[in-house]
């Protein structure tokens, strides 16, 4: 029932997303006409977005250099603008603005966290989520306040409807201007009026909800695992050299040019690896007939269920130092790494697995070499460790920096 304590209530409804539904045929129908949509030759098309929203980020981080004398910055703070604003970008073609303003815009990241950190206790003992959260009668007594992000996703909806390049009927094939992750969701939905309205909101508030903070998560684990291992970064920034002096490294690195850097590849599985964003158990339940796990039997109905942190600390799987940052752990033995690969649970797995991965991918993959190609990092107190808090989603925070800008690359 965990999935069902992290669907919102708003006016008294329950609020089923992609990502929360335990409804399979409301699932099947959500993700059955965007699923293409998410494929990497689509996702890529997104990449001027992205270059955009990364062009912007550092200009924002230049501005913040300069009026610290110190120059650092809480760059896990950062990198979570950066990736609220992407989704921002690619769903809407408008910023959601944490960038522009530095700082948790109307309060959306805090309301997300406060919500994990319920659910992650409430998720345990699903039965209090009846008598509390789920209560029409309590809903009912408060007052009405709609999600931050949903009121943004309604009023971009209605914005692109205004608009006289309507979407609706016929027109839609006319209707290229503007090929944001909304418009080609209204462009489905018109498309097909079985589809609910309903939907269009939802899956872009399912974009901005799963794939910022995750994202986050991701790019913070990479920059500190190789800050905090100095011999990595060498090897990274040694790549990375290589690649420039070979006219293959452009500012604001492209997607294309990021699939040619092996060791970056291999940072970012180790991250996912080390620092998965999941730290619960992504819960599911034994079908009729029961299930035979680990050579046990379980009934029907039970809830099982794997958490990435555990399975990833699994020695027989990554090796004996499965503690340790070793990039180099993914560039072995072809047979190992695709034995690690299938056992890797960064993304989820089965007809449950990540719908964003590949734009998250792209986003990562052009932030990290454009961000290490540019600065020298240090921690601003190599003395003080991050703190990590996990309510489902392990956070991490006090990730301060020290950014010199580097004169040759
Ligand atoms: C590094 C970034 C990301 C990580 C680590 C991540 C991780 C995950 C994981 C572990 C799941 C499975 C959860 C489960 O089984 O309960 C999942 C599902 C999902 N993710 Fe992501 N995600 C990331 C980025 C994104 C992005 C960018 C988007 C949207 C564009 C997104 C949208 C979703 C959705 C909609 C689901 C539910 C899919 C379904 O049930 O069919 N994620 N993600």
């Not at 970064?233 to 420039?244: I, P, V």
Request: glycine fraction near 6%; charge should be positive.
């Amino acid at each position: 029932d965990f999935y069902r304590v992290l669907q919102p209530m708003a006016r008294g409804n329950i609020i089923q997303g992609l990502f929360n539904t335990q409804d399979d045929n409301l699932h099947r129908a959500m993700k059955k006409p965007i699923a293409a949509m998410y494929s990497m030759s689509s996702m890529v098309e997104f990449e001027p977005y992205i270059d955009t929203t990364i062009d912007f980020f550092l200009k924002r981080l230049e501005e913040v250099q300069k009026k610290d004398s110190r120059n650092s910055c809480d760059l896990g703070a950062w990198l979570q603008w950066y990736a609220f604003d992407v989704m921002g970008e690619v769903t809407f073609s408008k910023r959601l603005g944490f960038l522009d303003e530095a700082k948790d815009v109307d309060g959306i990241i805090a309301i997300i966290w406060k919500h994990f950190q319920f659910c992650s206790v409430v998720g345990q003992m699903p039965w209090l989520d009846y008598v509390w959260a789920k209560n029409k009668f309590v809903n009912r007594m408060l007052p009405a306040k709609m999600h931050p992000v949903i009121a943004f996703a309604l009023a971009r909806a209605r914005e692109r409807k205004q608009k006289p390049s309507s979407l609706e009927g016929k027109n839609v094939a006319n209707v290229q201007n503007s090929r944001n992750f909304m418009s080609r969701f209204i462009e489905i939905q018109a498309k097909d009026p079985s589809i609910p309205e309903s939907f269009v909101t939802a899956w872009a508030y399912s974009n901005v909800l799963a794939g910022s903070d995750t994202t986050a998560i991701m790019l913070r684990s990479i920059i500190y695992f190789l800050i905090r291992n100095p011999s990595s970064l060498r090897k990274l920034t040694a790549e990375l050299t290589q690649a420039r002096s070979e006219g293959r490294l452009s500012n604001i690195v492209t997607w294309a040019e990021s699939r040619r850097l092996d060791y970056l590849d291999a940072c970012v599985k180790e991250a996912g690896r080390l620092h998965p964003a999941i730290g619960l158990p992504m819960e599911r339940v034994v079908p009729e007939g029961g299930a035979e796990i680990c050579g046990k039997h379980f009934k029907a109905g039970t809830v099982v269920g794997m958490n990435p942190w555990v399975i990833h600390r699994n020695k027989e799987i990554f090796g004996s130092d499965v503690y340790e940052w070793n990039p180099d752990r993914w560039l072995g033995d072809e047979t190992r790494r695709r034995e690690m690969e299938r056992c890797l649970l960064t993304f989820g797995m089965g007809h449950r697995t990540c719908i964003g991965k590949n734009l998250s991918y792209i986003e990562i993959y052009k932030l990290i070499p454009t961000l290490f190609a540019r600065y020298d990092m240090e921690l601003a107190d190599p003395t003080k460790e991050w703190h990590l808090a996990n309510s489902w989603l392990v956070v991490q925070t006090g990730l301060d920096v020290k950014l010199r800008p580097k004169r040759i690359l």
